[in-house]
Nanobody, 121 residues
């Protein structure tokens, strides 16, 4: 089983920046796509950005040009650099990773517990 631990959330003023980190841990696994989702109160969880093991990225339209996702494959860690934050970015941010055991084909998905990001106006 792969566990994900997020860090870096907090309270920031509109226009500010935050950097989220998420590290995957376990044994004998290979991580594929990693991503960040968010869920605001009363809303469904939505994809913010994701990145493949080869570095291909995808962003929600609402964050394009403001957020940057990156990863360190050697450390099985994904980052989300958030700039130009807006009050509507306030949500719990969840890390997500697709992974498989070494030399196995079946893929699994793990989720982190989430980290709160609050943007004040």
């Amino acid at each position: 089983q792969v566990q994900l631990v997020e860090s870096g959330g907090g309270l920031v003023q509109a226009g500010g920046s935050l950097r989220l980190s998420c590290a995957a841990s376990g044994s004998a696994f290979s991580v594929h796509t990693m991503g960040w989702y968010r869920q605001a109160p009363g809303k469904q969880r939505e994809l913010v950005a994701d990145i493949t093991s080869g570095g291909r990225t995808m962003y929600a339209d609402s964050v394009k040009g403001r957020f940057t996702i990156s990863r360190d494959n050697a450390r099985n860690t994904v980052y989300l650099q958030m700039s130009g934050l807006k009050p509507e970015d306030t949500a719990v941010y969840y890390c997500n990773a697709d992974w498989s055991l070494l030399k196995a084909l079946q893929e699994f998905t793990s989720w982190g517990r989430g980290t709160q990001v609050t943007v004040s106006s």
